[in-house]
């Protein structure tokens, strides 16, 4: 346990002590080195060899493990990829507080919120306490949104404005349905955990448990891009520094999707809330994947094409989860898939801004003659995240599917199609202009996007999403798999 705890404390000192230092170089290696301490200790807590992990506030589960390695892992990615663009990107010096000499510069800030938002998504991971949950993810909001506003324009104001206000708003939703479900105990739960209150899911009041997943699916599901909740996401991820971009989309977005999880096993438990409750996440995520669709048509800007892709593999995952059987299993796959490739995409697309000066459609053609590597990449992003084979985003996509048609749910399975077929040919249309054609008017510097550090990570990622897609290891099977049942799904 202790060990479990130094996962959330670690990022917290070093997140600090990144303010208080000077030389940029030695604030950039301590992030680098953080990020691998917590994927080294994730990796070993997640082989459960370490300590008492079932405790009554911090804990790690199947479905903590899952999220735990995906969240250190995109983390490193990032922290490595940071540290080439916290070089083109230049800071600026803050103003002198109360007279101490602190460089509080917009990289020490960068640097510093970036182990804070490590230090939240863990506590939210971790927690097995819904109120301590609540908490992380509240915590995730105040750590991230500096980092949105790293570029201090007013585009990227208006855009940390705007997450902060609406996901606080959600937030506040999500803690009343922590109030309801509180009212939905009887004497007999003792803890107030996923497991406690499945262990007497018979003397819960149902009503009141049915109230309380309302509020948790809008108030988490503000944070996680559900539509119609989904308003902050575009701005967000479109203004945020590349890397923080890869976090949001492909981290952040799963802390709030456990949260959703973790309300939805206490109705997995009750066979009347359970119906209700995958009758709300089927048309939340068929309102996602039909919104998401709609505006990636014709987007006019890249990363906010992405982040509408990100509102669309949410929906995905409430589909799937909605669906039941092993339509859950499938859906806790996509979601290490969908993190995977969204990442890479994202810091292709900050190589992309580097490389172009813009982040307009229109103005980026030849993208594979004016830097091959990247556009290489870029394209196999693209099939990867609209799930064509053999990347692991088909086999999930195609699982839901399965399960859809199987329980003869012909009017979900035909919708989900379109809906998929809508966002493929947009995402087609946009890709295909970058990557082909002829130069466009923008100004190009081929050198800017192309270094080692800029593409080591979009390659690691997108090759174990193939390598997933074609053989998935046994403990990752496991785990899923063990997860799954937990929320009264069945296994792949």
């Not at 404390?9 to 301590?30: A, K, M, Q, V, W």
């Not at 800029?454 to 046994?474: D, H, I, K």
Request: a positive charge.
């Amino acid at each position: 346990m202790t060990t479990a705890y130094a996962l959330i404390i670690l990022p917290i000192i070093t997140g600090i002590l990144s303010l208080f230092i000077s030389s940029e170089r030695l604030r950039r290696n301590l992030l680098l080195i953080v990020a691998f301490t917590h994927l080294f200790i994730s990796i070993v807590l997640c082989k459960g060899g370490v300590g008492e992990l079932n405790g009554v506030w911090i804990g790690l589960d199947h479905l903590g493990r899952l999220f735990l390695i995906i969240t250190s892992l995109l983390f490193t990615g990032s922290a490595v990829y940071s540290m080439v663009y916290l070089d083109k990107h230049p800071h600026f010096d803050g103003p002198a507080i109360a007279g101490l000499r602190m460089p509080a510069n917009s990289n020490a800030i960068y640097a510093a919120c970036m182990q804070f938002f490590l230090a939240a998504m863990t506590l939210s991971i971790l927690s097995m306490h819904f109120g301590l949950q609540w908490i992380g993810i509240e915590a995730t909001t105040l750590a991230s949104t500096p980092l949105i506003y790293y570029h201090r324009n007013r585009r990227s104001l208006e855009a940390a404005w705007k997450y902060m206000i609406l996901c606080s708003v959600g937030i506040a939703l999500a803690l009343m349905g922590v109030f309801f479900l509180a009212m939905a105990t009887s004497s007999h739960v003792q803890q107030f955990t996923s497991a406690g209150f499945a262990l007497f899911s018979g003397y819960l009041k149902v009503e009141w448990l049915k109230v309380a997943f309302i509020f948790f699916l809008v108030g988490y599901g503000s944070k996680m891009g559900l539509a119609p909740m989904h308003t902050w996401l575009p701005d967000a991820h479109s203004e945020a520094p590349s890397p923080v971009s890869a976090m949001l989309s492909g981290a952040l977005l799963n802390c709030a999707f456990l949260g959703i999880l973790r309300i939805y096993q206490v109705c997995a438990a009750v066979p009347t809330a359970a119906a209700f409750a995958n009758e709300i996440l089927i048309v939340f995520g068929l309102l996602s994947l039909a919104i998401s669709g709609i505006f990636i048509l014709h987007q006019p800007d890249y990363k906010r094409m992405l982040a509408y892709s990100s509102v669309e593999h949410m929906g995905i995952l409430a589909l799937g989860v909605g669906i039941g059987g092993s339509a859950v299993a499938a859906a806790l796959l996509h979601a290490v898939g969908h993190s995977l490739v969204k990442a890479s995409l994202f810091l292709l697309s900050g190589n992309i801004l580097a490389i172009y000066a813009t982040k307009k459609v229109e103005d980026i053609k030849g993208l594979l003659r004016h830097s091959p590597l990247n556009g290489v990449l870029w394209l196999a992003g693209f099939l990867a995240i609209t799930g064509t084979p053999p990347f692991t985003t088909f086999n999930s996509e195609f699982a839901i599917l399965r399960v859809a048609v199987q329980s003869h749910n012909w009017t979900v399975a035909v919708l989900y199609l379109l809906f998929l077929l809508l966002v493929f040919i947009g995402m087609l249309t946009i890709f295909m202009h970058m990557t082909l054609g002829k130069k466009g008017e923008a100004e190009v510097d081929s050198a800017s996007g192309e270094s080692f550090w800029q593409l080591l990570t979009p390659v690691v990622f997108l090759s174990v999403a193939l390598l997933l897609g074609l053989y998935l290891p046994e403990f990752m099977r496991d785990t899923i798999n063990g997860a799954a049942m937990a929320l009264g799904g069945k296994a792949l």
